[in-house]
């Protein structure tokens, strides 16, 4: 009865303010919170099968909430640099090798990104303010990004429309277990945050067991030795240069990783590679390679932005070698 109460009350909240539900929802998940909106645009999507203009309603509302969190985020990114990536991870509790999929993305496909993001796991959260500190205008992000938001909001009240019948069956049959459907709900959304958190862990877990090294002991090891190498695994391509690198820094893309990848490489040389990214992710998953492929590798503490804040060397970006 409890269960079937709360599910009568949940169905007139929504046919009452279900625009507030829509914005609330969006907001909530854009701005970082681990707790998808998208059942929320499928209820949107059904609840336009019996109110007409509905769907264009639920449509905007969600778009516009979508491009308001992103601008948000894309200015935090702007003026913040990558170092707003760190906090969203823990916000969002997102591993944070996701860092790097949004850099590859970006280097592969450019804004392109912006329109699949909402579509990809990982890519969502963090593809707005890794804009920003990449340095894409506001006017080409605004753009692109809303045409992702509609697509994606579009899509999901779409669907949600298509199998309204089905959906609305679903409901009922939940209301009718009674208190099992609360149970079996919580069970799902603690299920999904508990794997999220496992996740996030064992990245970490992996992260914090790789030798780190301080740019003071790593410039050192470069004025005594010869066979010192550093490695730079930040994505890179026409459309997104570095700004600034590391004097002689070689370069590894992550995305085409063989053994074409370390031709010419010194076999007896040490690597130590760097990134610009929360917890060195992308470095200590380049150094675990190259240790794969019998070279000595260890990481550079806090990437190039600990280098530049301990006032060693930099040079403005270019092709890298």
Not at 98 to 127: M, W
Not at 277 to 305: T, Y
């Amino acid at each position: 009865m409890l269960a079937r109460t709360a599910m009568d009350l949940l169905t007139d909240l929504f046919s009452r303010h279900g625009l507030l539900a829509v914005a609330l929802a969006v907001l909530l998940e854009q701005f970082g919170a681990p707790l998808p909106s998208t059942p929320v645009l499928l209820l949107a999507g059904v609840e336009s099968a019996q109110r007409q203009g509905f769907a264009v309603q639920a449509f905007v509302t969600a778009a516009l909430a979508a491009q308001l969190a992103n601008a948000l985020w894309f200015w935090a990114g702007r003026r913040l640099g990558r170092r707003v990536l760190a906090t969203l991870c823990r916000i969002s509790i997102s591993p944070d090798s996701c860092v790097r999929q949004n850099e590859t993305s970006f280097a592969r496909r450019g804004v392109l990104t912006l329109v699949i993001a909402k579509f990809v796991p990982g890519l969502s959260i963090l593809a707005p303010p890794l804009a920003g500190a990449l340095g894409m205008s506001a006017r080409r992000f605004l753009g692109w990004n809303l045409l992702g938001s509609a697509l994606w909001a579009g899509a999901a009240i779409a669907v949600g429309r298509a199998f309204h019948a089905q959906i609305d069956a679903l409901l009922r049959a939940l209301s009718d277990l009674g208190a099992a459907a609360l149970l079996l709900a919580l069970a799902a959304v603690a299920g999904y945050l508990a794997w999220r958190l496992w996740r996030r862990a064992l990245v970490r877990r992996g992260l914090n067991r790789f030798e780190r090294l301080a740019p003071s002991d790593v410039a050192a090891l470069l004025s005594q030795r010869q066979d010192v190498f550093l490695v730079d695994v930040r994505a890179v391509s026409a459309a997104m240069p570095l700004t600034a690198r590391i004097p002689g820094a070689r370069h590894l893309d992550l995305g085409a990783l063989g053994d074409a990848a370390l031709a010419g490489w010194p076999l007896a040389g040490e690597y130590i590679t760097f990134c610009a990214c929360p917890n060195d992710a992308s470095a200590v998953r380049a150094a675990q390679w190259l240790k794969q492929q019998g070279r000595q590798a260890r990481v550079l503490r806090g990437g190039i932005e600990a280098w530049a804040e301990a006032g060693l060397s930099l040079e403005t970006g270019s092709d890298p070698p």
